[in-house]
């Protein structure tokens, strides 16, 4: 709270993916509901119980709050099916392939429009030939080329903060998921200082 009070841009690094939840608690005080753009192989829409929490449920417990605008809200990249949606749209791993990364971009685009947004990227988001150091990682996932390249392409929403999560140095072979963690937060710097110019 009192660094967004500051008027600063928060840029988090995680942590596992709870630490998402208190993030928008924060951003949505001072800038309303906001679309949820998620990189992730996981939708994270678990029920968790009436007094539980994990990083598998952040996004119902963002919902049931009021965090999340549904309706502009989208995931990318989902590789495993939880019971509930909590209605935001689902752009799966294999449908990443199918419609390339135009379809990726043109979809984000469509979904979140001009409202106000808020970016989340786990780095299981990305195949573990490209991202090994995290503690769920699922095959069939997206390349790092195929991340960038979408995140480049749609720094022109109305981003108001961000994270990247679920970096696990103990598994990480070589720095690689470190590597993609990094560029994947200086690719977004690059893109705010951009658009100051």
């Given amino acids: 709270d009192q660094i967004l009070s500051s008027g600063a841009h928060l840029i988090t690094l995680g942590g596992d993916h709870a630490i998402t939840l208190p993030l928008l ?8 509901p906001l679309a949820l753009v998620q990189f992730d192989a996981h939708q ?6 009436p007094e539980g929490f994990s990083h598998g449920s952040f996004v119902s417990e963002a919902v049931r709050e009021g965090l999340i605008d549904v309706e502009h ?6 590789r ?20 390339g ?3 990726i971009i043109d979809t984000i ?18 195949d573990p030939a490209f991202a090994p150091g995290t503690g769920t990682p699922v095959s069939g996932g997206l390349t790092s080329a195929q991340l960038l ?4 392409k749609v720094m022109d929403l109305d981003f108001r903060g961000m994270d990247v999560v679920e970096v696990a140095p103990a598994y990480d072979h070589a720095d690689i998921t470190a590597i993609a ?7 977004y710097v690059q893109a705010l200082a951009e658009k100051k110019r």
Avoid at 44 to 49: L, M, Q, V
Avoid at 73 to 78: L, T, V
């Fill in 25 to 32: 608690r924060a951003h949505v005080k001072r800038h309303r």
């Fill in 44 to 49: 994270d829409t678990w029920d968790a119980g």
């Fill in 73 to 78: 809200s989208i995931q990318i990249g989902i």
């Fill in 80 to 99: 495993t099916i939880a019971p509930e949606t909590c209605g935001l749209k689902i752009i799966d791993a294999y449908q990443c392939q199918e419609i």
């Fill in 101 to 103: 990364i135009k379809g």
């Fill in 109 to 126: 685009h469509d979904r979140v429009g001009s409202k106000p947004a808020y970016l989340t990227v786990d780095i299981d988001v990305l």
């Fill in 149 to 152: 390249i979408t995140l480049n």
């Fill in 181 to 187: 963690a990094s560029t994947v937060v200086q690719h």
